[in-house]
T-cell receptor
Framework: NAGVMQNPRHLVRRRGQEARLRCSPMKGHSHVYWYRQLPEEGLKFMVYLQKENIIDESGMPKERFSAEFPKEGPSILRIQQVVRGDSAAYFC?????????????FGPGTRLTVL | KNEVEQSPQNLTAQEGEFITINCSYSVGISALHWLQQHPGGGIVSLFMLSSGKKKHGRLIATINIQEKHSSLHITASHPRDSAVYICAVRPNTGNQFYFGTGTSLTVIP
């Protein structure tokens, strides 16, 4: 049973380009969370999704960032017109359900560098 | 003010020492997690707990819900324990976790 998979592991973009980060949850998990870890800072919640639904995007920047979790395929975190401040590690986690007692399993992260 | 505070921020220990990392939080929670992150690496969940104490190998995690405090203990520490240890809490309401800024542990041989 493979764990949470993220790709790419490292992504380099120039300012103004788009970044697409992918997360495949563990088998049987229908809940996905995205977190951002800025250099020298702690993890911050970005968005929580279930299949085809955004449940909570209160941690997402209002502009340039979007997330989806389609019926088929991985969850995608999309950053348009990247800026240097977007350079960070982006982690996704999955769980089988939201309720108490459901542990989140983290992926290895995607390290985004904006030149 | 952060919802989750960890101490110490940095910790250096000699191999074999007993280590304690503390976590205090300010919100009502349904669960608390201890996570481990190696430099440049991913995040591994060590414990999820809501009461009492859990043990896994040389790691022990305790939580006191009334005092809103948790501790992570490492017995007989080893250089391979060197990592950042992160406390995360799941509030009673809402969907997100709140994370501490982490404790960077270095165990010297």
């Amino acid at each position: 049973n493979a764990g949470v998979m993220q790709n790419p592991r490292h992504l380099v973009r120039r300012r103004g380009q788009e970044a697409r980060l992918r997360c495949s949850p563990m088998k049987g998990h229908s809940h996905v969370y995205w977190y951002r870890q800025l250099p020298e800072e702690g993890l911050k919640f970005m968005v929580y999704l279930q299949k085809e639904n955004i449940i909570d995007e209160s941690g997402m920047p209002k502009e340039r960032f979007s997330a989806e979790f389609p019926k088929e395929g991985p969850s995608i975190l999309r950053i348009q017109q990247v800026v240097r401040g977007d350079s960070a590690a982006y982690f996704c986690a999955s769980s089988p359900a939201r309720g108490f007692g459901n542990e989140q399993f983290f992926g290895p992260g995607t390290r985004l560098t904006v030149l | 003010k952060n919802e989750v505070e960890q101490s110490p921020q940095n910790l250096t220990a000699q191999e074999g020492e007993f280590i304690t990392i503390n976590c205090s939080y300010s919100v009502g929670i349904s669960a608390l997690h201890w996570l481990q992150q190696h430099p440049g690496g991913g995040i591994v969940s060590l414990f999820m707990l809501s009461s009492g104490k859990k043990k896994h190998g040389r790691l022990i995690a305790t939580i006191n819900i009334q005092e809103k405090h948790s501790s992570l203990h490492i017995t007989a520490s080893h250089p391979r324990d060197s990592a950042v240890y992160i406390c995360a809490v799941r509030p009673n309401t809402g969907n997100q976790f709140y994370f501490g800024t982490g404790t960077s542990l270095t165990v010297i041989p």
